[in-house]
Each structure stands twice: as structure tokens, then as C-alpha cells.
């Protein structure tokens, strides 16, 4: 891997980009989705709930940051029954308005977009009703069934599953969320999103880089809860000059930044790290699926902090409102989001070439 | 999960770009003492929340009563009861694994054959049946919330649209 550097520009094809996430990934994968519709043709969702999820319901505390985690917890993740689930014509509702004032790209971008939305039935942590809601969300503004595959039959526990027999059992919900499932779960996304892709590389032939996110997230990436480094795999084919398919940009979710660091009894327990490391970047297949099709992937990674500067010990992305400035406000979910707009200046970067 | 209270109403805030500095200087100094007070404080203002809840939910359960319960509605309730009866039973399943794991670590203390190995072996059985206490009462606590949440958002949904039916 190269040294810290920033980040080059390729060649690549406009528009055709896609993401993908797990859990807090994968919420704001929704998040960036509807942000930028226009620059996708597709979104891979694990275990993610649908947009603007935590303003379901305003009442349960007087202060609004606190109401916004009891419903990220309660409502948004572990619902006791579907019906204190999120609704998902109130947050279509919610959606168009958010695009009707212009905070993010308009509604019928998502008409032609290609889904893969995944829940384990053994999932204790962000439960099947809440990513069932996310499906019909979209069904609700527009994108046709026969675009998305939505899959709710594994015994999967949280996780992104993998081929790699050495990851936890497939229904486990414990750090990493990296679990066997026999298959490399990344492949089928892409496949899903760009029908006729061809099997992934044997080999890799390209490059993993390194990049600094502080210039992308307004000069320093840790008062937004952003890691000091990203990452992008570029295909060999890119690096010589070929035109990429597109950015895939692939998010962790929490406790997988490459920097987390376990907090024991509120103290980062650097003693004892676990070796999660960079494990969701080079174990999770994502680099061999793109090696083979020409695509960059880029890997934002958020950091953890616990800390009333940065209350967010787990390092997962902002989707209940952590950054936000005004509580009675947030803004987590627009173009001018801070991570939202940091991880699209990565991909302008990358597609400057 | 928790948010980004130290910077909350930070003005700076509405230009990111000048956020970084601006945000870090803003930052009160770490205090070097305790302040129980503080504590007081915030148990106070969270029991208070907990309060506001718990009558909110008395007075819109009984502005459904008086709309009128039908089977639907009863159903509903029953289903909200019953899966978090379900969570607990869970939740119980879970304590008592873990306290079985707790004895049979404390079991093994005959294997400690030094002075050091004996305090920190000690040290480990206290601090393990505290930890297990601590992560049981708040997974309750939790469960106790995340009721009073989803009972208080049905109530909500109900009684507006008992309310748009009675318009209609």
C-alpha cells in the first residue's frame, strides 16, 4: 500500500457510481443515495433502516438530539413490533419534501437505480421490520420491485457475509459484523447493481491507497468524526489510463473503521486493540469483484470518540444527528452534510482525471 | 450512540469549513476533579424526561379509552406486550449464562499458585460480577425505554387517527 498521500484522479464514467453499507453504513448509504441520486445508479443496503429514520417520532424528550437517539434506538433498530417501526410513506413523505426545497437531488433519479436490500432473520441489533421498511420506502418513491432484490431468509446475525471461513458464524451480532455466509455478500451487491458484471479476480492487480480525509472534511476530519486516513482500491486497467465503470463507494459500519478502538468502562482500551484493523477493506471481497470490472472503490472511514466533543464511541456514521450544529435542525441528511459532502468530495476527486 | 453535545449551538457551525478550529478552541478545559453535582444533576434531568414520558402516556391512554378501543387496537396492544415480555425472557437468558460463566471462572481460584496470581485473580471475580451487573441493569433499563418509546409512538399514531376518523 502507498504512503499517506491524497487522493488522484482517474478516468471515469459519469454517473454510474454506487454504494453500499452495513448497519450505520448502510443508513447512510441511504442517506448519500438520496443526497446525490443523480450520480448513482444503484445502493447496496445491510441491515440499514430507511431515510431520516430517527425524526419518526418528535416526543419522547423535550431536547431534540436526545429524542433523535431514542428513536435511532428504539424505533430505528430494535422496534418492539412492526408497527413502532418506522413508517415508510411518512419518511417518502419526508424525502420529497427534503428534495422539493433542494437539500437533496430530485426524487425521479431513483426511478432507474438497482437495489440489493439485505436483512438476517438473526439480526438482534438493527431488526428485519426496520430494513423492511427501508424496501418499501423506495417502492414508495418510485423505484419498480423488479429492481430490487430484497433478501430476508438468511439466519444471518449483523453482518457483511463472507466466503472467508476464519469469520464469525453466520448468525452471530458481534464486532467485527464480519460473518461466513459461504459467499462473498460485496459480489452480489455489485451484481445486483451492474447486472453482467464478470466473476471477480483470482489476483489483485491494482493498487490499495491511502489517502488523508482531513482536506475532503473542512481541514479536520476528527471534529466530524472522520478517521484520519481513507482508503481507494484502483484497478490496474484505471492506473494505465483505462476509463473506470464508475465508484463504488463502500461504507463500514460501526466498530469496523480501521481505527476503532474498544472503549472498556468509557476508556479506549488500547491495550488490548482488536485486530480489526483494515479487515472490512481487504477481506470483504469488494477489490477482487472491482479488479475484474474496472471499478474504483473508495472506502471512507469514520472514527470513534467518547467524549462529550465527540460522543460516538462506536465510529459509526451520522445518521441520527451527531454533527449537527442547531439539534432542533440537524442536518445529517443533505448535500451539505459534513460527512455526506466530505465523502462527495472524495469521489469529485477521484472522477477528475 | 450518543451525539456531539459538546458543540451543540456552536455557530461556527454554520460554515463548516471554519468549524475545525473554531470547534477545538471552543472546547471547555477537562475539569480535573469530580463534580458530583453534575451527576446529580444529570440524574435529575433524566429522571424528569422519564417522568414527562410516563404521564404524557397516562393522559393520551386515557384520551384513547374515551375514543373507544376496538379489537385492532387491543390486538396491537397485546403484540407490544407480548414481544417485550419475549425480549425480557431473553434478556434473563442471556444473565444467566453469564452468571453461570462468572461462577465457573470464581471456581477456578484454586489454580492460583502465587500471591499475585491470587490478587489478580480476586481483582478479575470482583470486577467481572460488577461489570455483569452493570451491562444487566442497563440492557433492563433499555428495554424498560425502548416500552415506554414504542407504547408512547403507537399512542401517538393511534389517537391521530382516531382523530382524523372522528373528522371524516
Known sequence: ?353 | MRRLTGRKGDPSMSNPSLTVAASVTAQPQPRTHLAPVDHAEKAIALQGEWGKRLSSNVAATAQLLMLGMDRETWGELLEIGASAQERLAALQQTWLQQWVGWVQYADQIKGANTMAKFADRESNIAAQWSQLLGTQAASLIGLEENLEVAYSYWLSEKLAAKKRALIE
Open chain 1, 1 to 353: 500500500m502507498a504512503n499517506p498521500t491524497t487522493l488522484p484522479s482517474f478516468k471515469v464514467s459519469p454517473n454510474q457510481h454506487s454504494i453500499s453499507g452495513l448497519s450505520s453504513g448502510a443508513f447512510m448509504t441511504v442517506q448519500l443515495h438520496l443526497a446525490h441520486s443523480s450520480l448513482f445508479a444503484g445502493a447496496g443496503i445491510i441491515a440499514g433502516g430507511p431515510y431520516r429514520c430517527v425524526e419518526s417520532f418528535r416526543d419522547p424528550s423535550l431536547e431534540a438530539e436526545d429524542a433523535y437517539t431514542l428513536n435511532a434506538l428504539y424505533i430505528c433498530m430494535t422496534p418492539l413490533t412492526p408497527g413502532t417501526g418506522p413508517k415508510a410513506g411518512f419518511l417518502a413523505g419526508l424525502a420529497r419534501s427534503t428534495a422539493a426545497a433542494g437539500k437533496i437531488d430530485p426524487i425521479r433519479n431513483l426511478a432507474d437505480d438497482r437495489l440489493y436490500i439485505f436483512t438476517g432473520t438473526k439480526d438482534t441489533v438493527v431488526n428485519s421490520p426496520v430494513v423492511q421498511a427501508t424496501r418499501d420506502f423506495y417502492l414508495n418513491l418510485g423505484v419498480p420491485a423488479s429492481q430490487i432484490l430484497f433478501i430476508n431468509n438468511r439466519p444471518a446475525g449483523h453482518s457483511i457475509l463472507t466466503s472467508n471461513i476464519e469469520d464469525s458464524d453466520e448468525d452471530a451480532n458481534q464486532p467485527p459484523y464480519i460473518n461466513y455466509g459461504g459467499f462473498m455478500q460485496s459480489h452480489a451487491i455489485l451484481d445486483q447493481i451492474y447486472p453482467g458484471l464478470k466473476p471477480p479476480s483470482q489476483q489483485l492487480s491494482g493498487e490499495l491507497i491511502r489517502f488523508e480525509q482531513a482536506p475532503f472534511a473542512g481541514g479536520d476530519a476528527a471534529s466530524v468524526s472522520m478517521a484520519k486516513f481513507g482508503y481507494a482500491y484502483i484497478p490496474d486497467a484505471v492506473r494505465q489510463g483505462a476509463t473506470a465503470r464508475g465508484v463504488h463507494i463502500a461504507l463500514h459500519g460501526c466498530k469496523q473503521g480501521y481505527s476503532y478502538v474498544n472503549f472498556a468502562n468509557g476508556l479506549a482500551d488500547i491495550a488490548n486493540q482488536p485486530p480489526y484493523g483494515n479487515r472490512y477493506i481487504t477481506t470483504t471481497g469488494y477489490n477482487h469483484k472491482a479488479d475484474s470490472n474496472d471499478l474504483i472503490v473508495l472506502f471512507p472511514q469514520a472514527t470513534g470518540d467518547d467524549t462529550n466533543k465527540a460522543q460516538n464511541p462506536d465510529g459509526c456514521w451520522d445518521w441520527w444527528g451527531y454533527t449537527a450544529a442547531n439539534p432542533k435542525e440537524p442536518d445529517y441528511y443533505s448535500k451539505d452534510a459534513v460527512q455526506i459532502r466530505a465523502i462527495y468530495n472524495m469521489l469529485e476527486r477521484l472522477c477528475g482525471g
